[in-house]
C-alpha cells in the first residue's frame, strides 16, 4: 500500500510498505479523507516535542474512513492505556503512556490503518467524509472550550483565523454567546469567518478592542499569546489550543495577570468523552464544520496539499487528503 512516510525530520515521501496485519483488538480502515494541519508540518520539520514523536511515522491524525463492510467510520487518534490514574479518571488525554496515531504509531495517510476497535465510532448515514474528517480538530476545540466553561451571553475573542481559530468560532456558538471576534492576519480569510458564525472579523489587536470573557489562542505564536493575554477582561480566562514549536516561549505581563485576575488555560488534544460528544454534534447536525475545507489533493499529489499548508494565496481552511 502507499503511504506518507515521515522517516525523520526533513525527510518526506510517499511510499510502498506492506498493508497493516490488524491485530485481534483492531479494526482494518480504508481512509477517505485524511485532513493536514500545521502539527504535520511541525512533524516534518523536527519541530515537536521528542516526549510526542517517534520516527519513522505514517502522517495522518484526522481521519474519515470506511471499514471493510461499507460501514462509515472515525476514529480517535489517541490510544489510552485505559489502567492509568488519568485514564480511569476519565482524563484519558493525559494517559501516563502517550501513544497516538499519526505520531507515535502509524496514521492515516495510506491506504490502510488498523486501529484499536473501542476507538472507532460509526458515522450517521448521510455524514459526508470529508467533513467527519474534521472530528478530530473539533475535539480538540471542543475539549479547550468545555475546559473554559463558557457561559451563556458572553463575549469571546477566538485569534488566529486557520482551521482551529474557525472552528472555534463556530463551536462557540453552541453556548449562546453575545458576541464572537475573530482577529486574523490574513484579509482573504473574511468568507471563512463569517461562514463559521464570527460576528465581526478584524485584522489589528487595536480594532479587537478588550475586555473579552473569554479568549481563545488558535494561533500558535508567541505574539498571539500576548495579545489574548492583553484582550481578556477582568476575571476573563484566556485557553490556549496553538502550539507555537517546541520550547518556544512567550513573555507573560505578571502584573496585568494578577490585577486581571485572569484565568490562563493550556488544554491539550480531547478525550474520549469529548470525541464521542463531537462525533454527536456531527451525526445529528448540530453543528456542520464543512464549510472550513478549502483544498483536496489526492493523496499521490500529497506533495502539493504540503506546499498549500505551508503558505497559499488566497482563502485557506482545511487541506484534506483524500483517497478513492
Ligand atoms: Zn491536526
Ligand atoms: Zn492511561
Given at each position: 500500500m502507499r503511504a506518507l512516510r515521515v522517516d525523520r525530520p526533513h525527510s518526506v515521501a510517499l511510499t510502498e510498505e506492506p498493508a497493516p496485519g490488524p491485530g485481534s483488538d483492531e479494526l482494518l480502515v480504508r481512509p477517505r479523507a485524511v485532513g493536514l494541519c500545521g502539527t504535520d508540518l511541525e512533524l516534518i520539520d523536527g519541530a515537536v516535542d521528542p516526549a510526542y514523536v517517534r520516527y519513522p511515522l505514517v502522517l495522518g491524525h484526522e481521519w474519515s474512513g470506511v471499514l471493510a463492510d461499507g460501514t462509515a467510520v472515525v476514529g480517535e487518534g489517541i490510544v489510552p492505556c485505559r489502567a492509568c490514574a488519568a485514564c480511569e479518571r476519565g482524563a484519558t488525554n493525559l494517559c501516563a503512556t502517550y501513544d497516538e496515531l499519526g505520531f507515535t504509531r502509524p496514521g492515516a495517510a495510506a491506504d490502510e490503518l488498523a486501529v484499536p476497535a473501542r476507538l472507532v465510532h460509526r458515522l450517521a448515514p448521510g455524514v459526508d467524509l470529508a467533513e467527519a474528517a474534521l472530528v478530530e480538530p473539533m475535539a480538540v476545540v471542543l475539549r479547550g472550550l468545555r475546559r473554559a466553561a463558557p457561559e451563556p451571553g458572553l463575549r469571546a475573542l477566538v485569534v488566529g483565523d486557520g482551521t482551529i481559530g474557525l472552528l472555534a468560532a463556530h463551536l462557540l456558538r453552541l453556548w449562546s454567546p453575545a458576541e464572537i471576534r475573530v482577529l486574523g492576519?490574513?484579509?482573504?480569510q473574511a468568507g471563512l469567518v463569517a461562514a463559521a458564525g464570527a460576528d465581526r472579523f478584524v485584522l489589528d489587536a487595536e480594532e479587537a478592542g478588550g475586555g473579552y470573557d473569554l479568549v481563545v489562542e488558535a494561533a500558535g505564536a508567541p505574539e498571539a499569546v500576548r495579545t489574548a493575554l492583553g484582550a481578556a477582561g477582568r476575571g476573563g480566562r484566556v485557553l490556549l489550543l496553538g502550539?507555537?514549536?517546541?520550547?518556544r516561549t512567550a513573555a507573560l505581563p505578571i502584573d496585568d495577570t494578577v490585577n486581571g485576575d485572569l484565568t490562563v488555560l493550556g488544554s491539550f488534544a480531547y478525550t474520549s468523552e469529548v470525541w464521542r460528544e463531537a462525533v454527536h454534534l456531527l451525526n445529528t447536525g448540530?453543528?456542520?464544520?464543512?464549510?472550513?475545507?478549502?483544498h483536496r489533493f489526492p493523496l499521490a499529489e500529497a506533495r502539493r496539499a504540503l506546499a498549500v499548508l505551508r503558505g497559499c494565496n488566497g482563502p485557506r481552511g482545511k487541506v484534506l487528503l483524500t483517497l478513492p
Amino acid at each position: 500500500m502507499r503511504a506518507l512516510r515521515v522517516d525523520r525530520p526533513h525527510s518526506v515521501a510517499l511510499t510502498e510498505e506492506p498493508a497493516p496485519g490488524p491485530g485481534s483488538d483492531e479494526l482494518l480502515v480504508r481512509p477517505r479523507a485524511v485532513g493536514l494541519c500545521g502539527t504535520d508540518l511541525e512533524l516534518i520539520d523536527g519541530a515537536v516535542d521528542p516526549a510526542y514523536v517517534r520516527y519513522p511515522l505514517v502522517l495522518g491524525h484526522e481521519w474519515s474512513g470506511v471499514l471493510a463492510d461499507g460501514t462509515a467510520v472515525v476514529g480517535e487518534g489517541i490510544v489510552p492505556c485505559r489502567a492509568c490514574a488519568a485514564c480511569e479518571r476519565g482524563a484519558t488525554n493525559l494517559c501516563a503512556t502517550y501513544d497516538e496515531l499519526g505520531f507515535t504509531r502509524p496514521g492515516a495517510a495510506a491506504d490502510e490503518l488498523a486501529v484499536p476497535a473501542r476507538l472507532v465510532h460509526r458515522l450517521a448515514p448521510g455524514v459526508d467524509l470529508a467533513e467527519a474528517a474534521l472530528v478530530e480538530p473539533m475535539a480538540v476545540v471542543l475539549r479547550g472550550l468545555r475546559r473554559a466553561a463558557p457561559e451563556p451571553g458572553l463575549r469571546a475573542l477566538v485569534v488566529g483565523d486557520g482551521t482551529i481559530g474557525l472552528l472555534a468560532a463556530h463551536l462557540l456558538r453552541l453556548w449562546s454567546p453575545a458576541e464572537i471576534r475573530v482577529l486574523g492576519r490574513r484579509p482573504e480569510q473574511a468568507g471563512l469567518v463569517a461562514a463559521a458564525g464570527a460576528d465581526r472579523f478584524v485584522l489589528d489587536a487595536e480594532e479587537a478592542g478588550g475586555g473579552y470573557d473569554l479568549v481563545v489562542e488558535a494561533a500558535g505564536a508567541p505574539e498571539a499569546v500576548r495579545t489574548a493575554l492583553g484582550a481578556a477582561g477582568r476575571g476573563g480566562r484566556v485557553l490556549l489550543l496553538g502550539l507555537a514549536g517546541t520550547g518556544r516561549t512567550a513573555a507573560l505581563p505578571i502584573d496585568d495577570t494578577v490585577n486581571g485576575d485572569l484565568t490562563v488555560l493550556g488544554s491539550f488534544a480531547y478525550t474520549s468523552e469529548v470525541w464521542r460528544e463531537a462525533v454527536h454534534l456531527l451525526n445529528t447536525g448540530e453543528v456542520a464544520p464543512g464549510f472550513v475545507i478549502t483544498h483536496r489533493f489526492p493523496l499521490a499529489e500529497a506533495r502539493r496539499a504540503l506546499a498549500v499548508l505551508r503558505g497559499c494565496n488566497g482563502p485557506r481552511g482545511k487541506v484534506l487528503l483524500t483517497l478513492p
